[in-house]
């Protein structure tokens, strides 16, 4: 039995936005057309495992035949695009497409009163086989670079975002002995959410847009 919402598990609101539907012959996709999203309540276990939350989803949204699968923990040649936020928390649209990302998820939500999140879940178009002209790719880049030095400019942007996230950590750093983080956001009820760099970036490029 679970330890939250009356042992129903951590609340998932998961909204589901499919692929717009194929053109019909002589017909024109309209510019930026999308397909409506879908929306489900759903009581997961915080002990399921990232992979079985993916088929419970796709269960539920009647996309089983979607292919989903990790490789070194993180999402590969899979069509979905996926993000979570946690209400009245700092964390918003904040990646989660690997193990790692969906451990730290369910950490930060079980330390909220209500432990509930939002997942947002985008299905892509996916090409395979640019996987293996990627590496191929690197791998010749990452030769040129050892034989030739390249001077790179930072972009204004990526500066002005590494000076909010200075400004956050100094902001968020927790004070209070007792808690093992250095950097934290207190909610309401006085638990103590984790800011990891991940979320003090998507926090700074949300204030940046």
């Known amino acids: 039995q679970s330890l939250y ?31 409506k999203p879908i929306n489900a309540l759903m009581y997961i276990h915080e002990e399921n495992s990232f992979m079985n939350f993916i088929t419970l989803c796709l269960t539920k949204f009647k996309r ?86 390249v001077v790179c400019e930072t972009p204004p942007e990526e500066l002005e975002q590494a000076e909010l996230i200075d400004q956050l950590s100094l902001l968020y750093k927790c004070e209070d002995r007792s808690c093992k983080f250095n950097i934290c956001w207190v909610a309401e009820a006085g638990q103590h959410l984790h800011l990891m760099h991940q979320h003090l970036r998507a926090w700074a490029a949300a204030i940046q847009d």
Request: hydrophobic share 35%; no cysteine; glycine share 4%.
């Open 5 to 35: 919402n009356d042992g129903k598990g951590v609340q998932f609101s998961v909204q589901f936005t499919p692929l717009p539907p194929p053109v019909k012959a002589g017909e024109k996709r309209r510019k930026n057309a999308k397909a």
């Open 64 to 149: 089983v035949e979607l292919p989903a699968a990790l490789h070194r923990g993180r999402l590969v040649n899979t069509p979905l695009d996926m993000k979570y936020t946690i209400p009245r928390t700092p964390l918003h649209d904040i990646e989660l497409q690997s193990n790692e990302d969906f451990a730290e998820m369910i950490e930060q939500v079980t330390n909220t009163a209500k432990a509930a999140v939002k997942v947002f879940i985008d299905e892509i178009k996916v090409d395979p086989d640019n996987d293996e002209d990627d590496d191929e790719e690197a791998i010749a880049v990452s030769a040129a670079t050892k034989k030739k030095k």
